[in-house]
């Protein structure tokens, strides 16, 4: 076994993507002519105006992070009873849809891109469903086509958690152009960031419209207050970075797909492991690393691997664990749901580093601890 080397240089397991410092300067330095810092300014409808064109959406609403983005779309769209959805999300998706007094039932995922399973919703329809959120987890595209098939059937609306998804596409189609709209977050960790950030993408326009309008207290006009709406605007700073990451977003993925390869190539040899399998007719963007540790098979825990990835300094997270399902707010609250395979892979995976500037030596480094410790 290694020696146990503390001095090593620490890898955290995500890293911000930043502008060059002067190219951000100069694009804030506006805002000090201007004099106008929020309340959709230039910089914010220039923004919505780019990613429409990047993310191929039709409609867009930009918002103060995601998890508002998701909150509101849900609530503007007047939903009732029950959402099914996947407890192998961020706390965000499931928050969103309690939020806004709904029920959530749990749906269990497919094994091998860890979405919702299409052939597990209709056994959770009552006559109180009135949609389905399904989230495209670590960029990994859910199975739209038969999704929305049984959504249309049974009349209920279908909202995507897209927020790893950022400049993904399916046949060549924007991943925001599914469904009734998509919620995409530009958080600080997320492979596009505005530091914090989101928006709504829907081919539905009078949403949009009505979107713009609540996250901005519902004010329609001056005197006119039609929506019992947040404060969920995005500022011009938040903006402005957007417009600079944005520059360099396509360059940043492609890093990401170095680092991704070089894992592949590294991990694959490895006995007990399941990496990402890339899907057909989907363009990547490299947003995350999951790793599902066999114990049976690779001889350690995941737990055992995330302590001795810290051993050597570097940080991974159990991403996602616990289950939303069994999370403390939720575990006696709603129904579990029998989301077996959900549970399984929720045990077992790891999330390892993975971020644009990440080095090919560190990757090696990461990798060699992981063969290293395989018994
Ligand atoms: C990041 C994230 C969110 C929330 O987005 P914020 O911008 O952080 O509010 C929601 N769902 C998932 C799956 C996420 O990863």
Redesign the pocket.
Known sequence: MNEKKSDEKRILVTRSSMPPYEEYMESVRDLWDSVWLTNMGKKHNELTERLKDYLKVENLSLFV????A?ETVIGAMGLTGEVITTPF??V??VHAIVRNGLTPVFCDIEPDNYTMDPDRIEELITDKTSAIVP?H?YGNVCDVERIEKRAKKHGLRVIY?A??VFGVTYKGRGIGSFGDAS?F???A??VFNTI???AVATGDRALSEKLDMIRDFGIKDEEVIGYVGPNAKMNEFAAAMGLCNLNHTDLEIGKRKEVFDRYMDRLSEIKGLSLPKPQKDVKMNYAYFPVVFDEKVYGRTRDEVKDELERHNIFSRKYFYPLINEIECYRDRFAHGDTKTAKRISDRVLTIPMYASLEKEDVDRICDVIAGYRI
């Open positions: 992070n995601g998890h508002m998701l999300t961020f965000s998706t989230v987890v958690d927020a790893h919620m977050s530009f958080h960790t997320k914090e950030g989101g």
